[in-house]
T-cell receptor, first 115, second 115 residues
Framework: AQSVTQLDSQVPVFEEAPVELRCNYS??????LFWYVQYPNQGLQLLLK??????LVKGINGFEAEFNKSQTSFHLRKPSVHISDTAEYFC?????????????FGKGTKLSVIP | DTEVTQTPKHLVMGMTNKKSLKCEQH?????MYWYKQKAKKPPELMFV???????INESVPSRFSPECPNSSLLNLHLHALQPEDSALYLC??????????????FGQGTRLTVV
């Protein structure tokens, strides 16, 4: 079984400041990792994913995340946030093996960008 | 085309009504999913279809009935729902059950209100 912990339920940050949204996971097998963003009254949009290779992953809208296997973390970062980044962010993990349909989500982090 | 399209966007139904949610994708994906998302919670998996066959039913009540008429379409038939079934219903698709290298794509959701 796998689980995802998003340590912060809410993160307020001033516009143009940097932000880090934390995600830790636990799994007994190798996993794929994802960050999704959900704007108010919208579906989920894939921001970025880690499957293999370079541990620093760049995504859309200027976001990046770093996979740290020893710390079982996949924190999301952006050097300078914009008002339009206000949204709910979900970290998710999936077992990398065959037939591994189960996408396990964290509880989400609400990012509020303050003008 | 990397879209998953869901209709309708909003639905209000009475507890004795019968309605259907529709989901469509044209990415050639062979796995499709229904998720339920309550306010301020992560999505919860309901059903998984693989190659038009139901693979997973996460102990969902029978008042929710999924259907996959072909590889591009996924329906969710609703009958005799309860007010607590009010939620955002999300459809997703992926290359196959392993998710491929792209992960899952989500639709914008149907906001369902049961009165």
């Amino acid at each position: 079984a796998q689980s995802v912990t998003q340590l912060d339920s809410q993160v307020p940050v001033f516009e143009e400041a940097p932000v880090e949204l934390r995600c830790n996971y636990s799994s007994s097998v190798s996993v794929y990792l994802f960050w999704y963003v959900q704007y108010p009254n919208q579906g989920l949009q894939l921001l970025l994913k880690y499957l293999s290779g370079s541990t620093l992953v760049k995504g859309i809208n200027g976001f990046e995340a770093e996979f740290n296997k020893s710390q079982t973390s996949f924190h999301l970062r952006k050097p300078s946030v914009h008002i339009s980044d206000t949204a709910e962010y979900f970290c998710a993990v999936r077992h990398s093996g065959a037939g591994s349909y189960q996408l396990t989500f964290g509880k989400g982090t609400k990012l509020s960008v303050i003008p | 085309d990397t879209e998953v399209t869901q209709t309708p966007k909003h639905l209000v139904m009475g507890m004795t009504n019968k309605k259907s949610l529709k989901c469509e994708q044209h990415m050639g994906h062979r796995a499709m999913y229904w998720y339920k998302q309550k306010a301020k919670k992560p999505p919860e998996l309901m059903f998984v279809y693989s190659y038009e066959k139901l693979s997973i039913n996460e102990s969902v009540p029978s008042r929710f009935s999924p259907e996959c008429p072909n590889s591009s379409l996924l329906n969710l038939h609703l009958h005799a729902l309860q007010p607590e079934d009010s939620a955002l219903y999300l459809c997703a698709s992926s290359q196959d059950l392993t998710g491929g290298r792209s992960g899952a794509f989500f639709g914008q959701g149907t906001r369902l209100t049961v009165v």
